[in-house]
């Protein structure tokens, strides 16, 4: 999975800012948003909308109805349906918004959850505008287009807030259903000699793509040590042992499993990235018998062949050891 790094996320603030400012106009981006590997047989599917409150089930509408405007038709149904929508208040305070796609025969949908997080979304102020830019993100997951680059004017920009649906998005959604569909029986059969795993998409708030100095205040510990167990190695789950090699923050238990995740709303994803052996940082809050990281991929950080040099997760970014270091 790819995510924004942070200089590149500086230049979206940026463009922002001049498109607000009124000083310049940034220019659209031109080329198709990419392609995840999956689609639905034609442009139209069913959703079944599970959100608790009117509130999120009018942020839904709006972005059903903007794609649907777009050429995807997008149909409500109070039946059940492969693909739910949904708030849900996670703790978890990175990601904005979650795509989870099951498609076990690599390009035929069986499943789609996808979730707005409602309390960051009302933490960092987000709009109903903003918020529904976000689902509508989602659905552009869910009916398969991927994150377009860090910088771009698109509604799969990573970190998006600000953009609706734009033409290079509705060029990758028919770069998609402009191609023949292979069928659904014919894939089908093959999902038994080809079962790939479910397919998480993160969505970030620019804002809380963390750097080192965030995490360190908000973990309660921070513990660099070596990988000496993942077990449990599923979709939404994924325990793990380390050996301390040194506490950076607070108190470590190594008797404590870290657990990534725990539920379908929270991706195991890059924990799966985690080997046994490999050396990582982990910024870590206390959940009683187990630890959680405090920001999914964001707070997880493994040591790169440079020496005291560690690789973010989540961005790819690179930080020293020192970073770490209080005070
Ligand atoms: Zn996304």
């Known amino acids: 999975m790819d995510y924004p790094s942070f200089s590149k996320l500086l230049l979206v603030g940026f463009a922002i800012g001049t498109i607000f400012g009124g000083t310049s106009i940034q220019a659209a981006t031109i080329h198709?948003?990419?392609?995840?590997?999956?689609?639905?047989?034609?442009?139209?599917?069913?959703?079944?909308?599970?959100?608790?409150?009117?509130?999120?089930?009018?942020v839904w509408d709006k972005a059903n109805a903007t794609w649907s405007k777009k050429g995807f038709n997008w149909k409500k149904t109070k039946g059940?349906?492969?693909?739910?929508?949904?708030?849900?208040?996670?703790?978890?305070?990175?990601?904005?918004?979650m795509?989870?796609?099951?498609?076990?025969?690599?390009?035929?949908?069986?499943?789609?959850?996808?979730?707005?997080?409602q309390t960051l979304l009302n933490k960092l102020r987000y709009t109903k505008q903003q918020?529904?830019?976000?689902?509508?993100?989602?659905?552009g997951h869910a009916l398969g287009i991927h994150h377009n680059h860090d910088n771009s004017i698109s509604v799969m920009n990573p970190a998006n807030r600000y953009y609706g649906i734009q033409n290079c998005d509705v060029a990758g959604m028919k770069k998609i259903y402009s191609?023949?569909?292979?069928?659904?029986s014919k894939l089908k059969s093959l999902a038994t000699t080809n079962v790939s795993r479910g397919f998480v998409s993160h969505d970030y708030a620019s804002e809380t793509i963390k750097q080192p100095a965030a995490l360190k205040l908000q973990a309660k510990t921070i513990v660099r040590a070596k990988v000496a167990q993942v077990s449990d190695d599923q979709d939404f789950y994924s325990r793990i042992k380390l050996q301390q090699v040194e506490v950076l923050k607070g108190k470590f238990d190594a008797n404590k499993n870290v657990r990534q995740s725990g539920?379908?709303?929270?991706?195991?994803?890059?924990?799966?990235?985690?080997?046994?052996?490999?050396?990582?940082?982990?910024?870590?809050?206390?959940?009683?018998?187990?630890?959680?990281?405090?920001?999914?991929?964001?707070?997880i950080f493994v040591a790169t062949a440079q020496a005291n040099s560690y690789q973010q997760l989540s961005t790819g970014l690179h930080f020293e050891l020192a970073d770490f270091n209080l005070n």
Do not use: C
């Open 99 to 117: 795509t989870w796609t099951n498609n076990p025969s690599g390009m035929y949908i069986h499943k789609n959850l996808v979730v707005v997080n």
């Open 179 to 184: 191609k023949k569909y292979v069928g659904r």
């Open 80 to 97: 059940s349906s492969k693909t739910t929508v949904k708030n849900v208040k996670s703790n978890d305070i990175a990601w904005v918004g």
């Open 131 to 139: 918020q529904i830019n976000v689902a509508a993100h989602e659905l």
């Open 263 to 299: 539920n379908s709303f929270n991706d195991v994803a890059d924990s799966q990235v985690l080997k046994t052996g490999e050396e990582v940082i982990l910024a870590l809050a206390d959940n009683g018998d187990h630890y959680l990281p405090v920001a999914s991929g964001n707070s």
């Open 32 to 58: 198709p948003t990419p392609q995840h590997a999956w689609r639905y047989s034609q442009k139209s599917a069913w959703y079944h909308d599970d959100s608790t409150s009117k509130y999120y089930r009018q």
